[in-house]
């Protein structure tokens, strides 16, 4: 194998590891077998596609499993940040880096109905499965539900682990229900086991009401006041105000009724 041929495989370095070869082996198996310079671009071909298929599989999975929509997706893509205006707005946009993941910086979009925030919140979460990370969707009630069906069934510690296990776990609507004593020591025991999670992760909250008043629908306020702690340690509050996103596609049709005419009356007695 020529040195620039060399060169050129060297660059599906990667595509090779995934499948436990090094290029070094690579290129040893292709001087056994004295493979003319198209035979290796053609197998690094292979491995290429091979790799990208793998790759698609897990990305696919990963959306599978997050309980993101996927019929109609919320990507960063399909929202409209012409309607964001403000001195910020280009760190909105940034989100799709996922700088906030890597730095474990927690998000929260906060704001009224219609503004955008569960969109958001749903495509970082989909940025980070198409980057190979898991998410996982959660909405506020639901995450209430779990808790109590697991403290009934004796299985928090399953639970706590499902939930920690997440890169990005993305938690919508807070403020929307009540969250007994015994709920709101789980949802700091979450919260505490996350933030001294190893690797990339961080949390994603969407509610319309601010974190100040959050503690209005927890019952333990000690518990409460320690995960907010960490949650708001290191993050990113994005406070959306402005009209709904919604009813952007509304169509409003006049009409008007009129009194029958005598001939229909006569009609409709006969």
Known sequence: ??????????????????????VEEFAVLAQKNNMSDAEVL???????????????STVDFLLRTSRLPLK???????FDFNRVTGKNVDKLRSLSTLSALYAHKNLAFIGKPGTGKTHLAQAFGRACCEHG?????????????RMTDARRAGRESTLLASLVRPSCLIIDEVGHCEFDKENTRLFFDMVDRRYQKDGYYNMVFTSNRDPAQWQE?????????????RIFDDAIVFAI????FRGRRLETVSLRTTAASPANVQKNDT
């Not at 629908?217 to 702690?229: M, Q, V």
Request: proline share 1%; charged share 30%.
């Open 42 to 56: 053609a197998v690094a071909k292979v491995f290429e596609y091979l790799k990208a298929k793998k790759d698609r």
């Open 1 to 22: 194998m020529s040195e620039t041929l060399f060169s050129v495989v060297s660059t599906c370095s990667k595509d090779l590891m995934k499948f436990g070869l090094t």
């Open 72 to 78: 109609v997706p919320k990507t960063f893509d399909n």
């Open 133 to 145: 990370m898991k998410a996982y969707f959660i909405k506020m009630s639901e995450l209430r539900d």
């Open 241 to 244: 105000k402005g009209e709904s």
């Open 217 to 229: 629908n927890f019952s333990e306020n000690d518990s409460l006041l320690c995960a907010l702690d």
